[in-house]
């Protein structure tokens, strides 16, 4: 059964304008992290937030926020003000009781100059 | 600086041979990850260690293999019995149970992109 879904697979948008990456999750543990991951062309996974089950507060850090809602099962990514070097896939993922993270399939974020 | 380094980029082999990744880390992680990564889809566990000496097969381990011999090192091996083996590989690593805590973050190397012809 699939962990994480993200139901978008292409996002395109012009340069200045906010884009939300959508994320839902499925687990039965009450301890649980989340986990967003940036891979730009060039390949490598880049770490950009980790959340626990624990903690509900959203997070805002630079262009960038995370608002997490236990009751929905969702972790949604925003990007605020969107540059063309924010072009990459966008991964969301799941940990739950052990050291193995579960990804989604990813979302394409193209923005346009 | 530190990080994970894995070699080469891009790597071309013959169906049939078998082909060693290499995968190296200089932050005295104790855990090391492998995955692969087809086009447009995420990444699927391939073997996982926590130790020197020990390592664990994820979701998709068939004909594949990993050796632990030393902490910074961790090489996968695509053997012949792989029945799709072209992919990209990315090699991972986290701190691990010498950190104390449940689930560590997860650090990842630049990848190495197999085509097998």
């Known amino acids: 059964a699939q962990k994480v879904t993200q139901a978008q697979t292409e996002i395109s948008v012009v340069e200045k304008e906010d884009v939300t990456l959508d994320c839902v999750y499925e687990?039965?543990?009450?301890?649980?992290?989340l986990f967003w991951y940036k891979q730009p062309p060039s390949g490598e996974l880049v770490f950009l937030i980790r959340r626990n089950s624990f903690d509900e507060q959203n997070e805002i850090s630079g262009r960038y926020s995370w608002n997490f809602q236990k009751s929905t099962s969702s972790f949604n990514f925003t990007i605020t003000a969107s540059q063309v070097v924010d072009s990459a896939v966008y991964f969301c993922?799941?940990?739950?009781?052990?050291?193995?993270?579960?990804f989604g399939a990813g979302t394409t974020v193209t923005v346009r100059a | 600086d530190g990080g994970i380094t894995q070699s080469p980029k891009y790597l071309f082999r013959k169906e049939g041979q078998n082909v060693t990744l290499s995968c190296e880390q200089n932050?005295?992680?104790?855990?090391m990850y492998w995955y692969r990564q087809d086009p447009g889809q995420g990444l699927r566990l391939i073997y996982y260690?926590?130790?020197?000496?020990?390592?664990q097969k994820g979701d998709i381990a068939e004909g594949y293999s990993v050796s632990r011999e030393k902490k910074e090192s961790f090489p996968l091996t695509v053997t012949s019995a792989q029945k799709n083996p072209t992919a990209f590989y990315l090699c991972?690593?986290?701190?691990?149970?010498?950190?104390?805590?449940?689930?560590?973050?997860?650090?990842f190397g630049p990848g190495t992109r197999l085509t097998v012809l």
């Open positions: 260690s926590q130790i020197v000496n020990d390592f």
């Open positions: 687990t039965r543990d009450t301890t649980y992290y």
């Open positions: 993922a799941l940990s739950e009781d052990d050291y193995k993270l579960s």
């Open positions: 991972a690593s986290s701190s691990g149970p010498a950190s104390g805590r449940a689930v560590d973050t997860q650090y």
């Open positions: 932050l005295n992680h104790d855990a």
